[in-house]
């Protein structure tokens, strides 16, 4: 795939979208922006795990204000049009089972139709529960078994530098992904190979499939963790812009950045915030309706 | 589609190590190929990729002693467009990354050649830990994956170039030992045709990798009784050349296979699918019985995992049509052989406890 002719192509955002202003943090207007579409893309998460009768809202809740930063907040340079554009940034979500809030956003961001998320789950879909680099056009890697889509970004972000291309490659780990051993794996290499083009993002909502993550493995202090394998760590509150995006966009001249955002399991749905039963499971009728009037309701972000 | 094949005469028979051979043609693909990167797991002396390293640093990423991140940094590197060589023992290459290579490699079709080295009892003095004896079966049942198992340094180098030149993923295995040049000079390699390294209509012996070598001098002792036996090196064991198997089956109408591999999953299994499915004949399958491997000096291994023309031998005898039975047993030479072979089958006391 040739580039595309010209200046690199901007972030693309939605068409004529503003991007959120780094160095001087988010405006208001900004933000009111952001909070919308991410009240879109929970309304739609909710819906798809409804209507395919399972999926991934909790995970995919406590993961949308950084998602949303990502596609929509100026962070990921990408051209929806030309999803295989060399230079564009890459993001890996390698907790492979938050789809909904991938796909949702891959539909916003105009990848596919959006009509497409109707078809969540089903036979004759190109969006699996678990996403597929040659199914789905904008996602990256092929991911759902944990541990893997990390080892992968780190080997894209080696080939990218490689070929000397501008691209950053982002990825996103769950907390419960951290129990894997190939992220530590990973997390030493990523160092030793000196990636100053990955950010990692983990999500930390502190909820695993068997409960609390400090209950099932206690994963102690993960900033000192990752700052002993070489990192630079950034801690944010992974609910808020102001925050995330200056810590998706920071740059090391020498090592990868991990961003832990501190998130909430569920986030934006009163009875899934912090349920581990909602990590996999879908909402009854009842908790479907009840979950929309609280998207509508809320107010995440600021 | 098979064809034929004039082994090297005997006398010409250098000892070489196929994973040098695997380095030395990885390094002239490097020189050919500016997008041809290549990866190991702290093994990069021992599996053949230390002068691709020295060659092309950039180019060389050594994961340390890592092998789901050998592969997960593979597939991540072929999604940006590079050719891909990882590579290892085959028991670290297989067994231990087993689901990356599944997920991250196989389920996307990426670009990822994984060349193993040490495969099969042949590795010695290391013992069980280190013989793999699972891994064709379990990279034969990966879909998108082709498998390779190639006899000698020529057929390795063949092997890797046309890995590398092709789209999507491969395993090739090799051992570490040494083995003679078989192939001549001038052999093509053809990706998924068996090569008929000697005709006979009698009965068919299958065989790959290191056990070529025996097949073929199963086949002599059996020539020299007037049995005529088809011997097929079968180097590629996914996709298998239906084709030749089953002509091989409907010509001599017995088929005997032998890997240095485990009976399950394998060369085989392979065989005996296709003739069942299509050309019930007799299938006798020389490998190890369903049995780890143990430390010793090679010799002394492969009498003790039955991996010799003597189970080549009997393997024929148990396969083989009625009327070529009666001949082989005739022969007071062949039986006397035969007697010495390893029962051609898994062996209930190893379960004991």
Redesign the interface.
């Known amino acids: 795939m040739p580039s595309p002719a010209g200046p690199p192509a901007p972030a693309a955002g939605r068409e004529g979208a503003p991007t959120l202003s780094t160095s001087t943090g988010a405006s208001q207007a900004e933000v009111g922006r952001l909070k919308e579409l991410a009240r879109e893309l929970r309304r739609d998460i909710v819906t798809m795990v409804f209507e395919a009768g399972s999926g991934h809202i909790g995970g995919s809740f406590s993961a949308t204000e950084v998602i949303v930063s990502l596609y929509f907040g100026g962070v990921l340079r990408y051209d929806a049009r030309k999803p295989k554009w060399?230079d564009r940034d890459r993001f890996v979500l390698s907790k492979g089972h938050a789809t909904p809030i991938l796909y949702s956003t891959l539909a916003h961001a105009g990848y596919f139709p959006h009509d497409d998320l109707k078809s969540f789950r089903r036979i004759d879909s190109h969006l699996q529960g678990h996403g597929?680099?040659?199914y789905t056009p904008g996602v990256?890697?092929?991911?759902?078994?944990l541990?893997?889509?990390?080892?992968?970004?780190?080997?894209?972000?080696?080939?990218?530098r490689?070929?000397g291309r501008p691209s950053h490659v982002y990825v996103m780990l769950g907390d419960g992904e951290a129990d894997e051993?190939?992220i530590w794996?990973?997390a030493?290499?990523a160092a030793?190979?000196k990636l100053s083009n990955l950010t990692a993002v983990l999500d930390r909502n502190g909820i695993q499939m068997d409960g609390e993550t400090e209950e099932v493995m206690a994963h102690g202090d993960l900033a000192a963790k990752w700052r002993a394998f070489g990192w630079h760590v950034i801690e944010v509150d992974g609910h808020r812009y102001a925050e995330i995006v200056p810590a998706l966009t920071h740059r090391e001249k020498e090592r990868p950045v991990m961003v832990i955002a501190k998130t909430v399991k569920g986030k934006g749905v009163s009875f899934m915030e912090g349920n581990p039963s909602f990590h996999g499971k879908p909402p009854t009728k009842e908790q479907y309706d009840q979950a929309l009037k609280e998207i509508e309701a809320g107010d995440i972000g600021g | 589609m098979s064809y034929s094949v004039a082994v090297t005469p005997r006398s010409g028979w250098k000892m070489k190590r196929c994973r040098e051979a695997f380095g030395d043609e990885l390094v002239r693909l490097g020189r050919e190929m500016p997008n041809l990167?290549a990866l190991n797991a702290d093994v990069s002396s021992s599996s053949g990729t230390r002068k691709f390293e020295a060659e092309f640093p950039?180019?060389f990423?050594n994961?340390?002693v890592?092998e789901?991140?050998l592969?997960?940094?593979?597939?991540?590197?072929?999604?940006?467009?590079?050719v891909v060589v990882a590579s290892t023992f085959s028991v670290f290459a297989t067994a231990q990354p087993y689901?990356?290579i599944?997920?991250?490699i196989a389920?996307?079709?990426l670009n990822v050649k994984i060349f193993a080295s040490h495969a099969g009892v042949t590795v010695g003095g290391d013992g069980a830990t280190h013989q793999m004896l699972e891994d064709v079966s379990l990279m034969r049942g990966l879909p998108n994956m082709r498998v390779i198992v190639p006899a000698d340094d020529l057929e390795t180098r063949l092997a890797v170039r046309t890995a590398v030149k092709q789209d999507g993923p491969f395993y090739l295995r090799v051992g570490r030992s040494e083995v003679p040049t078989l192939m001549p000079e001038d052999y093509e390699f053809r990706l998924g045709e068996a090569v008929e390294l000697q005709g006979g209509s009698d009965v068919t012996i299958c065989a790959n990798g290191q056990m070529v070598v025996p097949a073929l001098e199963a086949a002599d002792l059996l020539r020299h009784e007037g049995v005529e036996a088809r011997v097929l090196n079968v180097h590629t064991v996914k996709p298998i050349d239906r084709e030749a198997v089953e002509r091989a089956a409907a010509d001599t109408g017995g088929i005997v296979t032998a890997e240095e591999h485990s009976v399950y999953g394998g060369l085989g299994s392979a065989v005996a699918e296709v003739v069942c499915e299509t050309t019930p004949v007799k299938v006798a399958r020389v490998g190890t019985q369903d049995v780890f491997g143990r430390s010793g000096e090679i010799p002394d291994l492969l009498e003790f995992y039955g991996l010799t023309q003597k189970e080549i031998l009997a393997a024929s005898l148990q396969a083989a049509r009625p009327d070529v039975q009666a001949r082989i047993r005739k022969s007071s030479t062949l039986m006397a052989v035969i007697e010495k072979a390893r029962p051609l089958r898994p062996v209930p006391e190893q379960y004991a406890a």
Request: aromatic share 6%; charged share 15%; hydrophobic share 40%.
């Open positions: 060399p597929h680099m040659r990256e890697m092929t991911t759902g078994s541990g893997q889509g990390f080892g992968a970004a780190i080997g894209m972000a080696a080939g990218l490689l070929d051993g190939a794996e990973g030493m290499a030793h190979y | 990167v950039n180019r990423w994961t340390g890592a789901d991140n592969m997960a940094m593979s597939a991540g590197l072929a999604a940006t467009g590079k689901n990356t599944r997920q991250s389920y996307p079709a």
